[in-house]
Structure formats: structure tokens, C-alpha cells
């Protein structure tokens, strides 16, 4: 290791985080959890070069590694790296030179690097470059251990998109490929063998690179073929090709189709068929020139080829689970993306990104698991890439066990004993097979399977069969779940696949029904599933296949047993009679442990999928008293720029003997806390207050034109609104209407929806104009019609008054609130409030108390206020902005005015305003909204003020009489000191020092008691962060560092003599609202360590 390196460790403190040596084997220096979480990558990056890899939870995301000075050197160091696709950052260690590289950027083509190429095509992009080793602490602070572990450092706009990253970039190359092998003649009927080549292709290369296909195995093939033997020995066939860069043997044998086929037929024999069927029919069809295609493709450097990144790939070290990822791409008739789409959608089923897999198994597959030898199953498994992380899981576990590689034997008992899929799709199987057996072959020593045929060793056949065989492992049944009829008809299948077959399910099965568009198949498996949810009594809601797989996995595990599956979101959140009931029955079966909410983050990870999906962990048993961990991962540059999932503790919720059936508790602790879930229960018993529905006569969406089954008929009368045109407040012109469609599907209710007094609402949320969830609706008399997209509400009575009133409320930032944190939709999916969801907010409508008078002024001064705009036409209008700031100064009057009428305490609004001026913008602007600023930046306070005030207020009262609490305010990592004080409000008696520092990732606040006559302001500090590490230390039973905190991200120490609270310095973790939190929660720790003292004595 160089003293450049050992210098980056140091001076960039990546050795207080997780940063660990790469290594090929478990040896005794690295512990057993790091090598089960860890190892792939640990062994990867030893292939690729690499001295270190830094981890973020199990994340890599930055690599270490040295080379010489040559140019080309460099380049095959970055290139041989790029293959790990994982992680981002790669410090390049060379003689007189630091490199920051990103990862996601090309590769670099080596023979052009040779032939004196272009600047783009020779060079790499830098982050950043240093030639003098001592200022590294100076030049590359910015990547210091705390901006990586933070994710601050990806919010740096040189961090572009991952579209050139490993595994992206071979997706993309692999569909060039099929592209050029169609338009040379592959179309049509023939597309699936251009799927097939180029899959065998790509294995083949696997192989190569892995070391499991060798010389002797080609040797082997080619003596049956004096001019096979001589392709093999050339290092080039034809102009434009060149193999002298690659050690494979493969593109030479492309030359010659017979010696093509021979080789494909040799593999299906050696690999029992389960990755190479149907090569005679193919034989038939692809033409040498096709063959030459791929050569050129795959290997030339000419054309089409100098686009694509093949020069680049190591297969021995990208990663095993892309596999996976090739068959969700060539596997489906389709070249179209949007009908690929389509049938996954109606398939319900996607590719499982790795990162998501490893989350699973990390969950359900821990080292306390695999100790009693489970056998694992997947019941949807898809191209295996569960089974197959599962597979290596166990492996890993037993050889660091043992410290010894496990034998052909044992790999082999392995996969008949711990290992089980099921999958309806025959081809998706025997990739799983084929991925098993790529994964079985990697463990042995040597892979190549020559090698393990010489010693008598067979790959065992994976796939169901009816033979008896002890080489016949049964792993994978070709067939559907719920097919029970044929599963208990077979001994075999019964015995393998049927009830209590298995310790521990982890899944990913289809989300959402397939529709009425799906094909003949899909309704097929559709019908199976139907059929078994009827003759079981199983209440599924719309026929979620979520639903009934997690219905299906009860069955399949013993007592105790554990899952971990990957499912629609809809089962928490909807709120259907079927769907309630499942929740029921269901969970009255099960004990949650964990559930992942990954709603906000979707589209990172599933590419078409727009459906929101959750991971749920539980164990075959009752919940009784044991708590729920409510994970929800929000949107982070972290998961946007690397794809890493980060997650801490502020993300997480735990939830105790509450009612687990009910959608909203999902829904609330989502985005909210606690304290806003008792605010939402209490508003149900709330004094005075009622549900809108108790006083609405008719509630309807307008009429919806669809099908056009219905002349429009009486519809006629009416002019329909533009929907662009709906808004709060705008007078509507009569070139905001237009005319109806002649036929509809249906009217809507009736005529009196579209005329007379009426309150109409948008039902979609309205985001433009820099409003972040807004509630669209009018109080109307004026007739006009509108599409389905809106609700109409009459009243039972017609005063005019409660019009104003309910129009009020709905204005206000309590309706507001309350629709976000109950409806199923709004920042689930679509963001839209339903009409029954809309009908159970609860009003006051009390014309005695003096704040509905004031809401009704207020409501008629916004429904009158239409000044001219300022423009071209009406020079001496009001500006746009002075208009906007007029409504929202009448809007706060109104929020004041209704909080009045609910009879809020500061408590109550304080979460209400939190919610809408932080929660909510954050939500839509996760990394430019107020929620993400700094709580301390520079000498401004005021917004930790507000918390430290709030905070110290709640501890107050278990002073004595004499004393208040104080604060102190350190930023971490600091080393840029503030020269002006501060000083907190006069009332509030409170001071704090302050320290902002040049990362300024976490800050923590100090309280601690003072004499109430003690005089104090805030006057700044600096470089104290190791102070407030000292204090912990002394009060922790176990010493904590800045890397633990920063992954934790909240932490509270109470000690005798202060609170210390911390936390990321963004805005939305210091609110009024967190401020009470935080002290209730110190204040309850504080109060248990005190009884512990004094040996539980009350």
C-alpha cells in the first residue's frame, strides 16, 4: 500500500467509517457480518485491482486503488473497476498523482489510447486532480469521509446521471447489438433467436472472464475439426478485428458456424440444457453472416462497434446478478420499450435491482437465520436473482465459518437442501438454473468445468423432473404457486413445494391485476390464482396478486418462519371492503417486524414501474406486544446519484399497540410522527366537529365521456369548464368554457350538481405556480358542467353561510393537512384526494363562535379580489407577485381564523404548519425546498432558535424553580469559525455557541441546566465537535464516532449534567414540532435511566 493511499485514509478519516480491505477469502481479521454483507464486493474489487473499498451501511460506494504512471495503465485500472457498477467514487493512486474519478462516466477504449486517438477518446473526466500529497486536506476536503456518508457530496452537480455506468451501459449496448442483428435479417418470427445469440453470447463471455470455460474446453470441441483448430490459434481473422486484447477465445470461433453450434451444443450437454435449448432449430435460422455480426459487435473496432463498451467489460468482476437483468431485456418478444412495459405490467413483474435484493436478505437472512441451515424459498422467482444472492449468502456464511471453502459436495448439498423456486415461465427457470450454476461454479477452486468433469463432478440438474436420480435436485418447479391441486397430486412436488416446506420466503412477486388487455397466458395464471382465493375463503382486494402471495406464503412456511417480500404498496394504504379485510385476516396471522416504505423512491429502482411497492418483513406468528419498525425512504442524492439505499434513523417510525389494520396509521407515519397520528385520532372526537358526509345531500364526480355509450342528452345545457382553466379564485370567462362531448359514458348524477349552490373540487392536487400540493375548489352558483376529474358537494341545507364556511375549512392549511396525511393517494401515487376520502374531514359549522365570522369575511375578500394584472394591455394593473402576495396574506388570515375554530393550542398548529410549509414542499422538492436547507448556516440562527426555545420550554417544567435550561449549538467537522454572536429572544433567557465548519453536516444542540438570574447570549465557538464526542463517549456504554452518527442520523444522549441532541443540519429535522419530540423522548430516557439507578423503585 502507498503512503498516498494510507494519507487519503487519514486525512479524509475514511478509516472511522466502514472501510475495509479487499480480499478474495474470509480471513480471521474480517468479521463474520462484514464477509456475509460485504464479501462479493470484497472479492470483486480484489479481481479488479483495488487496495480498499468504503462502505455506506453495506453500500460501496468508493473504491481505492493505485497503478503506474503510464496513461494506458491508468486507463485499464479505471476500466477494470467501471466493471464493478456499484460504486460512484474511485480515488487512482499513481506516481505524483491523486485522481477523483466518477464511476458512472465511459470507459476508455484502449486501442484507441494506443493508436493516439482523440483528447475524449483517450482521456478520463476528473472530479478532481492533486499532485501534491500534502494538500490533501486542503484540495479534497470536499470528499471527506462525513460529505460521502452523508450523500452531501453527490448533490455536487458533476455528478451527472448513471446512464454510462457498468450496468446500464450493457443494457444499452446489448440492445444496439439486437437492433444491428435484426435489421441483418433477425425480425419477425426469427427476433427470438437475435434474443437467444446474443444471450449465449454474453454467457459465454461470463464464462471466459470467470474461468470457467478454458482452453481445454474449446481444445476439447475443436478436435474434431483440423480448420477449428487453427481458428483457435489466430489472434485475428479478418480486418478490423483484433483479439489480441481479450484473452477469450470466443470471437475466434464466431468465424466458423459448425464450430459456433458444436460449442452451443457442448454447453447445453454441460450445462443439462437449462441455458442452451433449442440450438438446433436456431442452426437452422442464423446465417455465418449473422454470426460475423456479432463478432464485429462484440469485438471489432469499427462502425457501430466504437460506440459500444465491450472493449471494456470484465466479466469476472461485473457483477454475477446482471444476469438477471439480460433476461428482462432479451427474454420478452418485444424490441418496443413500451410494449416490454405493457407486459410487465400485465405480468406484474419486474426485474429485482441487486441493491433491493441485498436489502431483503440482509432482513431475512441474517447470520442468526443461517445458523440453523434454512431452506429458502421463492414462490415467483423469475430469473432467480433471490435464489441465487440466497445461494451465495449461505455460502459465505459457511466459509467464513469454517475458514474453508466449501467442496463441490457440500455446494451441491446446498442448493438440494436450502434452495427453492417456483416460476411459471419456463424460460425465466432455467435462467435461474443457469445462475445457480454460474454461482456454484465461481466458489470452486478451480471453476473451470473441465476441471470438475475430470474429477467426476456433474453440474446438478436444478429443474423438477421426474427422475430419481441423486444428480436430480428438484430445486426449481416450472409451474403456478397456486396450482395446489397438482402440487398434492405429486409426492414429489408435495414433499418439496407444499405446506411448511420452508424456513424462510423472500420474493418479489407481480404487483396490481393484469387487466382485460393481458394475453391469453397471463389471464391464465390470473384464473389459477382466482380459483385458489375461492375455494381457500381468502379476501383479496382487486384482485391484488400481492395480496395473494402473501397469502400463499403462510402457507408455505413452517411456524416461525420468515419472509421478506417485496409488494404493493395498495396493501397498506387502500382502503377497499376487500382490502380492509385482508389487512384483517391476514395480519391476524402474522407478527410484523419491519416494513420499508419505498414509495418516493420508486423510479430509481424499477424502470417502466410507476407503482408504489413496500418491503414487509414478518414471521409466521401472532403480532401480540412485539413493535413494528416503519421505515420510509425519502428521496436523496444518495439514492438518485449511486442508487444506494441510506437509511436512518430519522426515517424511521415505530409503532406499538396500535391498530395495524388501519390504512391511515401507514399513511400518517409516512410522512408524519406520532404526535400528528394521536392529532388525527383525537380530531375523530373532536368538540363540536363533525364529518363533512353528516351534511352533504348528493356528492358526485362530474360526467365522464370514455366508452360514449350515452347521447349527452340534458348534458347539452350546460358549458363544460376547462380543467386548465379551474382555479380557486379566477373570475371564469366565457372562454373558459367549451362545449360537451355529444356522448358520454355517463352525465353524472343528476342536473343539480352543475347548477345552483354548490361546492366544486378538483380532484387531482395542483402543483404548478410553485404551490406544493394544493386543494382546488370553488363555492359556485353560476351552472356550468365538468368531467369525472371533479366532485360536486350539495348540502342538506343551502344556507349560504356554510357554503362559505365548508369552502373556508377546505382552503385552509388544516384541510390541507388532514386530506395529505388520509388519503391513500395523495403522495402515494397519483396525487388526488377521492370523493369519500374528501367527505370524512372533519367541520365545524357553528355559527355562534366568533371565528366563523371571521372565516366568512376572509372567504368573501379572496372570492371578490380580482385585480387587473399588470400587462401590456393593462399597464396599471397589479403585478402578478403583489397579487399572489395579497391572497397569501388573506390565505394566513384564514389559517388563523380556523385554527381559532377548532380551538387549536400552539401544539396543534405548530404540526399543522410544519407539515405544509416544510413536509410538504420537501416532498415535491426534496433537494431545493426549505426542508433541505441548513438549520445552520453562517450567523443565521433563527431557525434553530425556534427549536432550542420550544425544546427547553418542555424540560422546564421538571426544573427547580430556580433553573431553565440552556443551550450550546455545535456544528460538525468544523474548521471555519463564526466571528459574530447571536443572541436568542429576550423571553426565552437561552444561550448557544455556535461552530459551522466546512462540511457542516450534523449540528448539535447542548442543554443543560442554569440559575435562571444567570445572563448568558450566544457568543460563537470553534472546533468543539471532539468535545461533544468526549461527552458522549462518557456517557455511552459503547463509544460513539462521527461516521456511527452520521449513519444513524439522530441521536440523543442524557446525561447527569446536560441533553445532547443530533442531527443532520437540514431544516426539516429541527421543527417546532421535532423540538417537542426530541425533549419528550430525552425526557422519558432520562426518567428510565433514573428508576434503573434506583433499582426500578417508583
Request: charged share 25%.
Amino acid at each position: 500500500m502507498s503512503k498516498a493511499l494510507d494519507t487519503l485514509y487519514e486525512i479524509l478519516d475514511f478509516q472511522s467509517g466502514s472501510l475495509l480491505s479487499t480480499a478474495d477469502e474470509p480471513t480471521s481479521t474480517i468479521k463474520r457480518d462484514d464477509w456475509l454483507e460485504k464479501g462479493e464486493w470484497l472479492a470483486a474489487a480484489k479481481r479488479a485491482g483495488a487496495d480498499k473499498v468504503f462502505f455506506v451501511e453495506n453500500n460501496p460506494v468508493a473504491v481505492f486503488a493505485e497503478c503506474g504512471s503510464d496513461h494506458l495503465e491508468k486507463a485499464r485500472a479505471f476500466n477494470r473497476i467501471w466493471s464493478l457498477a456499484r460504486p460512484r467514487i474511485l480515488f487512482l493512486v499513481s506516481p505524483g498523482e491523486i485522481s477523483v474519478l466518477d464511476l458512472a462516466q465511459r470507459p476508455l477504449n484502449l486501442s484507441e489510447i494506443q493508436k493516439g486517438g482523440s483528447e475524449k477518446q483517450r482521456r478520463l473526466k476528473t472530479l478532481k486532480t492533486l499532485h501534491d500529497i500534502g494538500k490533501v486536506a486542503q484540495e479534497l476536503q470536499q470528499f471527506h469521509r462525513d460529505n460521502i456518508e452523508s450523500g452531501k457530496i453527490f448533490g455536487d452537480s458533476r455528478f451527472g446521471d448513471t446512464k454510462n455506468r457498468a450496468d446500464k451501459a450493457l443494457i444499452r449496448d446489448l440492445k444496439t447489438v439486437r437492433r444491428e442483428l435484426i435489421q441483418a435479417g433477425l425480425s419477425g418470427q426469427k427476433m427470438k433467436f437475435a434474443h437467444t445469440l446474443i444471450g449465449r453470447s454474453i454467457f459465454i463471455r461470463y464464462l471466459e472472464d470467470r474461468g470457467i470455460l478454458t482452453q481445454d474446453y474449446f481444445l476439447e470441441v475443436a478436435r474434431q475439426n483440423a480448420e477449428w483448430m487453427e481458428l483457435l490459434s489466430n489472434q485475428s481473422s479478418r480486418a478490423g478485428l483484433d483479439f489480441s486484447e481479450f484473452q477469450a477465445l470466443y470471437p475466434r470461433v464466431l468465424e466458423n458456424k459448425p464450430f459456433v453450434y458444436a460449442l452451443f451444443n457442448a454447453l447445453a450437454r454441460d450445462f443439462n440444457g437449462d441455458m442452451f435449448p433449442n440450438v438446433n432449430e436456431e442452426e437452422q435460422t442464423v446465417t455465418q453472416e449473422q454470426l460475423r455480426l456479432i463478432q464485429d459487435l462484440l469485438y471489432g473496432d469499427a462502425g457501430v462497434q466504437k460506440q459500444l463498451f465491450f472493449y471494456s467489460y470484465r466479466f469476472d468482476i461485473v457483477p454475477l446478478d446482471l444476469i438477471s437483468s439480460i433476461y428482462e431485456e432479451f427474454y420478452h418478444p418485444s424490441t418496443s420499450d413500451d410494449e416490454k412495459k405493457s407486459k410487465a405490467r400485465q405480468d406484474g413483474a419486474y426485474y429485482t435491482p441487486p441493491v433491493l435484493v441485498e436489502l431483503v436478505l440482509s432482513r431475512s437472512l441474517t447470520a442468526r437465520e443461517l445458523k440453523e441451515k434454512p431452506r429458502v424459498l421463492d414462490p415467483a422467482c423469475g430469473s432467480g436473482i433471490f435464489l441465487v444472492e440466497s445461494f451465495r449468502r449461505i455460502v459465505r456464511y459457511e466459509w467464513h465459518k469454517n475458514q474453508n471453502r466449501p467442496s463441490f459436495d457440500r455446494l451441491k448439498q446446498i442448493l438440494h437442501e436450502q434452495i427453492a423456486g417456483i416460476e411459471v415461465n419456463e424460460e425465466a427457470a432455467r435462467i435461474t438454473a443457469f445462475s445457480l450454476y454460474l454461482a456454484m461454479l465461481h466458489y470452486l477452486d478451480p471453476p473451470a468445468i473441465t476441471e470438475q468433469i475430470k474429477q467426476g463432478n456433474s453440474l446438478p440438474n436444478l429443474l423438477v423432473s421426474e427422475s430419481q436420480s441423486e444428480n436430480h435436485c428438484h430445486c426449481i418447479w416450472v409451474g403456478n404457486a397456486f396450482d395446489t391441486a397438482t402440487i398434492e397430486s405429486n409426492p414429489l412436488l408435495s414433499s418439496r413445494f407444499g405446506k411448511h416446506c420452508a424456513d424462510i420466503v423472500v420474493s418479489n412477486p407481480p404487483w396490481g391485476a393484469p387487466g382485460n388487455k393481458a394475453d391469453a397466458a397471463t389471464k391464465a395464471r390470473e384464473k389459477v390464482m382466482l380459483e385458489w382465493r375461492r375455494v381457500n375463503n381468502k379476501p383479496i382486494g382487486n384482485k391484488e396478486p400481492s395480496q395473494a402471495f402473501l397469502w400463499r406464503s403462510l402457507d408455505f412456511l413452517k411456524d416461525g418462519g420468515k419472509a421478506a417480500v417485496l409488494v404493493s404498496a395498495g396493501v397498506l394504504f387502500k382502503h377497499s371492503t376487500t382490502t380492509r379485510a385482508f389487512r384483517e385476516q391476514w395480519m391476524d396471522r402474522v407478527r410484523l417486524s419491519e416494513v420499508f416504505n419505498f414509495t418516493h423512491v420508486r423510479k430509481f429502482f424499477f424502470k417502466g414501474a410507476t407503482s408504489p411497492f413496500v418491503m414487509i418483513c414478518f414471521v409466521k406468528g401472532k403480532q401480540d406486544d412485539f413493535a413494528v419498525k416503519y421505515w420510509s425512504a425519502k428521496k436523496s442524492f444518495s439514492i438518485v446519484n449511486s442508487q444506494a439505499i441510506l437509511l436512518d434513523k430519522s426515517d424511521m417510525a415505530v409503532i406499538w399497540n396500535s391498530n395495524l389494520f388501519d390504512h391511515r396509521i401507514w399513511k400518517v407515519l409516512d410522512q408524519a410522527r406520532h404526535n400528528d397520528w394521536d392529532f388525527i385520532l383525537r380530531l375523530a372526537y373532536w368538540p363540536k366537529a363533525s364529518i363533512l358526509a353528516d351534511h352533504v345531500m348528493c356528492s358526485c364526480v362530474g360526467f365522464k365521456k370514455a366508452n360514449q355509450k350515452l347521447d349527452a342528452d340534458w348534458l347539452k345545457l350546460f358549458k363544460k369548464v376547462k380543467n386548465e382553466r379551474f382555479d380557486r379564485y379566477d373570475v371564469l370567462e366565457e372562454d373558459d368554457f367549451e362545449e360537451v362531448p355529444q356522448r358520454v359514458e355517463h352525465r353524472g348524477k343528476s342536473k343539480e350538481i352543475y347548477e345552483g349552490k354548490r361546492i366544486i373540487i378538483k380532484e387531482g392536487i395542483t402543483q404548478s405556480r410553485g404551490f406544493c400540493g394544493r386543494i382546488i375548489a370553488r363555492y359556485e352558483t353560476k351552472p356550468y358542467a365538468f368531467n369525472h376529474s371533479v366532485h360536486a358537494i350539495l348540502l342538506n341545507d343551502t344556507q349560504d353561510w356554510k357554503y362559505k364556511l365548508i369552502i373556508g375549512i377546505l382552503w385552509s392549511s388544516f384541510a390541507r393537512y388532514y386530506l395529505f396525511l388520509t388519503s391513500a393517494n395523495w403522495g402515494v401515487w397519483h396525487d388526488k384526494v377521492l370523493i369519500d376520502e374528501r367527505l370524512q374531514l372533519p367541520v365545524i359549522l357553528d355559527e355562534s363562535n366568533k371565528a366563523t365570522n371571521k372565516i366568512i369575511s376572509v372567504v368573501d375578500k379572496l372570492r371578490s379580489y380580482h385585480p387587473k394584472k399588470k400587462d401590456v394591455l393593462y399597464p396599471n394593473g397589479v403585478l402578478e407577485v403583489n397579487i399572489d402576495g395579497e391572497r397569501r396574506k388573506l390565505e394566513n388570515e384564514l389559517d388563523d381564523a380556523v385554527f381559532e375554530l377548532y380551538g387549536l393550542n400552539e401544539e396543534q398548529k405548530d404540526l399543522i404548519r410544519d407539515c405544509c410549509e416544510v413536509t410538504l414542499p420537501f416532498f415535491y422538492k426534496p433537494f431545493d425546498s426549505v426542508g433541505a436547507m441548513p438549520a445552520v448556516r453562517g450567523n443565521d440562527l433563527s431557525w434553530i432558535e425556534n427549536y432550542a426555545l420550544i425544546f427547553a420550554r418542555r424540560w422546564n417544567a421538571y426544573l427547580g424553580d430556580a433553573a431553565e435550561m440552556r443551550a450550546e449549538v455545535h456544528v460538525g467537522a468544523c474548521r471555519k469559525r463564526v466571528t459574530s454572536p447571536a443572541v436568542l429572544g429576550d423571553a426565552a433567557e437561552m444561550r448557544a455557541e455556535v461552530h459551522v465548519g466546512a462540511h457542516g453536516n450534523m449540528v448539535a444542540v447542548e442543554f443543560f441546566p442554569a440559575d435562571k438570574t444567570d445572563p448568558w447570549n450566544l457568543y460563537p465557538k470553534s472546533d468543539s465537535w471532539q468535545y461533544v464526542l468526549e461527552q458522549i463517549g462518557n456517557t455511552l456504554p459503547q463509544p460513539l464516532g462521527t461516521s456511527q452518527i452520521l449513519v444513524d442520523g439522530v441521536v440523543h444522549v442524557v446525561s447527569d449534567d446536560a441533553v445532547i441532541v443530533i442531527k443532520r443540519n437540514e431544516k426539516r429535522f429541527w421543527t417546532r414540532s421535532l423540538a417537542r419530540e426530541d425533549a419528550d423522548a430525552t425526557l422519558c430516557k432520562r426518567m428510565v435511566e433514573s428508576k434503573a439507578k434506583d433499582g426500578g423503585q417508583d
